[in-house]
């Protein structure tokens, strides 16, 4: 089998722990990276969580902290989604693990230089970092083949009325990577608020072994729906596309960044219609297969230990 190369940038995050999980244990990914950025929490948390999970798994992934604060706001965070920590619920033991001497960008930089293939970006989190690395290597877009993201909307927001939260957090980032001319495709909330896991299969996880009772803690403490009614898993719809695209229904769409408003920063603008007579400059997903995705998840978390 073919495995896609790809790096991972997040934020976790307990929906974020989901999605790296996917990335491990996925045949059909070879996850390369993983960059960390402050979102959910600060990025001084978002590294010692990512490193808590490298060790929990036994994984060897390098590990690159990156910025800790957006291009030009200051930092809002999700604690109260994610709790103080960003994985409250589960007691992670003490380890000697740390990430590479290197910020994120320069992380992502070297690694994109060290293949031999085209990687796959894949961020879950506000896009800072590859901001950042879009300003000082402009010339790595030819080794990148496609950003796969979770962010945005092409309706409502979750952080502000118009805005979803990763977008919202660092506006001028995430507007520098939609000119970029990188390929796109965004996973907005449009279809990860249909990616819901039921109350049913989560009552089965503590009974798939160390991750399935790692998980179950976790979402007992995420605040993204609820055990009762189901909970949303959004930055695991950028996994699911790379895996399952079929599971998708995308369109061809130019989508800008607000990025002053007073009201309105950090809204995705997504002309679906075409009404801006401007060049699409991204795949977006507008809908989802949502028992595909459920029978999805459950077969990759049962390839984890």
């Avoid at 089998?1 to 244990?25: C, Q």
């Avoid at 729906?225 to 596309?241: E, Q």
């Amino acid at each position: 089998m073919s495995r896609t190369p790809i790096i991972l940038d997040t934020d976790p995050g307990i929906d974020d722990a989901v999605a790296i999980a996917a990335a491990l244990f996925a045949p059909q990914l070879d996850l390369r990276l993983i960059t960390t950025v402050a979102g959910n929490v600060s990025v001084d948390k978002t590294t010692r969580n990512a490193l808590q999970l490298m060790h929990f798994w036994d994984k060897d992934v390098p590990v690159a902290q990156g910025a800790a604060t957006p291009l030009v706001r200051k930092l809002r965070d999700a604690a109260y989604v994610h709790g103080e920590s960003g994985m409250e619920g589960y007691a992670f033991v003490e380890h000697q693990r740390h990430p590479l001497e290197l910020p994120a960008f320069e992380a992502i930089w070297r690694a994109l230089n060290a293949s031999e293939e085209p990687l796959t970006l894949v961020t879950i989190g506000p896009l800072t970092n590859i901001a950042l690395l879009l300003t000082q290597y402009p010339d790595c877009k030819s080794k990148i083949k496609r950003l796969v993201m979770m962010g945005g909307s092409a309706g409502r927001g979750n952080f502000t009325p118009t805005a979803e939260f990763n977008i919202a957090i660092d506006p001028e980032a995430a507007a520098r990577v939609f000119e970029s001319g990188l390929e796109i495709v965004m996973c907005g909330l449009d279809v990860t608020n249909q990616a819901m896991l039921s109350p049913a299969y989560l009552e089965t996880l503590p009974h798939l072994g160390q991750t399935g009772k790692m998980l179950h803690a976790l979402f007992s403490h995420y605040r993204s729906g609820s055990m009762t009614t189901g909970l949303r898993m959004h930055d695991l719809c950028a996994i699911a596309w790379l895996v399952k695209p079929e599971l998708f229904t995308t369109h061809s769409c130019f989508v800008a960044v607000e990025t002053h408003g007073d009201y309105t920063a950090g809204t995705t603008v997504v002309d679906i219609e075409g009404r801006l007579s401007r060049q699409p400059n991204a795949s977006v997903a507008l809908g989802l297969n949502v028992e595909g995705f459920r029978q999805w998840v459950a077969e990759v978390l049962s390839l984890a230990p």
